[in-house]
Nanobody, 125 residues
Framework: EVQLVQSGGGSVQAGGSLRLSCTTS????????MGWYRQAPGKLCEVVST???????WYTESVRGRFTISRDNAKNTVYLQMESLKLEDTAVYYC???????????????????RGQGTQVTVSS
């Protein structure tokens, strides 16, 4: 069974930092691309950042330069370090795996990853 267990997040003032973690099991983590998504109230699920199995990263424009995605293959864990947080970063964050059996999957054609147990990030002024 593929599992994704998230931790981190919380509430912070604008300009602050938070780190999200997502520990996985049930698949060969080293071979799988991973990603972070988020959904703010009233908005669509959006991809925030991805990291390939080779460590190639991608960021949506609004977080580029402020967020850093990384992975520790020895721990089967992907991280999202968030710096200089803004009010508009407030959302529920979800990690996802590019695996068809993941409870939150990046595979095209399958349900979007913003579902299930996410992590609330609240940025206040």
């Amino acid at each position: 069974e593929v599992q994704l267990v998230q931790s981190g997040g919380g509430s912070v003032q604008a300009g602050g930092s938070l780190r999200l973690s997502c520990t996985t099991s049930g698949f060969a983590f080293d071979d799988i691309d991973m990603g972070w998504y988020r959904q703010a109230p009233g908005k669509l699920c959006e991809v925030v950042s991805t990291i390939s199995s080779l460590g190639i990263t991608w960021y949506t424009e609004s977080v580029r330069g402020r967020f850093t995605i990384s992975r520790d293959n020895a721990k089967n864990t992907v991280y999202l370090q968030m710096e200089s947080l803004k009010l508009e970063d407030t959302a529920v964050y979800y990690c996802a795996a590019d695996h068809p059996h993941s409870p939150r999957t990046m595979v095209a054609g399958l349900p979007v990853p913003c579902r299930g147990q996410g992590t609330q990030v609240t940025v206040s002024s």
